[in-house]
């Protein structure tokens, strides 16, 4: 497969979304249809409109200037997620009570079209849903990713850059890989099956609905690690749990390391797990935070959660 570098977004006629916000399809520069959720911020949709979803005109649709200056968060998934899976749903709804929000499904997944490339072309994925999140008229950006995403939201953030209309502001990588073809845990060659082996394909899409890109990367993409450097001065959150069955604490480590001295920092969580599914309200909250502090734009307090709410989650944050 080909490696990118660019992509354009081309909207299709919206569908119905949730309340006050617009669920519609993307299609990115290779002309894959990727599904598509706009959240708006909670303190804007109570003053809305009460019937429902907007369409996506033309534009995106603009917003008035108060809004404008609110921070968009665009969530990206890990292998095998959705726009519409409980764990996405739960991130999008924490992230909403602070800023704009929007969600999409990674080619291959669910009803987006084409087929997982496990993080290679999923960046044009990414640039169209950031493209999508701007036209609504929001001047900042943060991208939040997890596992395969916080691989990807990494490497966009580095390769769009220069991309007034596709970069992002701010970045959290969440249970992502350091470096590619990792194979040092059970749940990593397990994967590394599902991925590589014609039978492991099919048990993707049979049981995991996942369609994966049958070819080898050619040429192999830029590891997280090697675009790290290329970010700053693009603040960078790197978020990792200290129980994380697929990748192990050098990979985090070394991403934070990678970066120029004081442009990222690294978040180690006690008894985590791995990525979304592992992600409580309160660590949700907290990253919602971090966006608030790093985010040029204007992002509201987010909302307290008691540490009833989920699963105790511990916290251990420094500078790389």
Do not use: K
Not at 29 to 39: F, H, L, Q, S
Not at 90 to 110: K, W
Not at 175 to 185: D, E, I, L, Q, V
Not at 303 to 313: C, F, H, I, Q, Y
């Amino acid at each position: 497969m080909r490696s990118v570098s660019a992509a354009r977004s081309r909207r299709s006629p919206a569908r119905t979304g949730p309340p006050g916000g617009v669920r519609t399809l993307l299609r990115t520069e290779d002309g894959v249809r990727v599904e598509a959720v706009y959240t708006p911020c909670a303190a804007d949709a109570a003053g809305g409109d009460e019937a429902g979803a907007r369409t996506d005109p033309a534009g995106g649709g603009g917003v008035d200037g108060d809004v404008a200056e609110r921070a968009v968060i665009v969530v990206a998934h890990g292998f095998t997620g959705s726009v519409d899976r409980p764990a996405v749903r739960r991130a999008a709804e924490v992230f909403a009570r602070s800023a704009a929000v929007v969600t999409f499904t990674f080619r291959g997944h669910g009803g987006s079209g084409g087929r997982s490339t496990v993080g290679d072309r999923e960046v044009l994925d990414l640039a169209a849903a950031v493209r999508w999140a701007r036209s609504f008229g929001h001047r900042h950006v943060v991208t939040v990713g997890f596992s395969m995403g916080g691989s990807v939201v990494v490497r966009h953030a580095a390769l769009y850059r220069d991309r007034s209309d596709a970069r992002t502001d701010a970045v959290v990588s969440v249970s992502g890989p350091a470096r590619w073809y990792y194979r040092g845990t059970a749940p990593m060659r397990r994967l590394n099956w599902v991925v590589t082996r014609r039978v492991g394909r099919v048990v993707g899409r049979l049981g995991l609905h996942t369609r994966i890109y049958q070819h080898d990367w050619d040429p192999v993409p830029l590891p997280p690690v090697d675009a790290v450097p290329m970010i700053a001065p693009v603040p960078l959150l790197v978020v990792h749990g200290d129980r994380d069955p697929y990748f192990p604490l050098d990979h985090p480590r070394s991403l934070a390391a990678a970066a120029p001295e004081g442009a990222a920092e690294l978040w180690i969580e006690p008894g985590m797990g791995h990525a979304e599914n592992a992600a409580g309200e309160p660590l949700l909250a907290r990253i919602a935070a971090w966006a608030s502090a790093h985010a040029p734009g204007r992002v509201e307090a987010p909302v307290e959660v008691s540490g009833d709410a989920a699963p105790v989650e511990g916290r251990a944050e420094g500078r790389a």
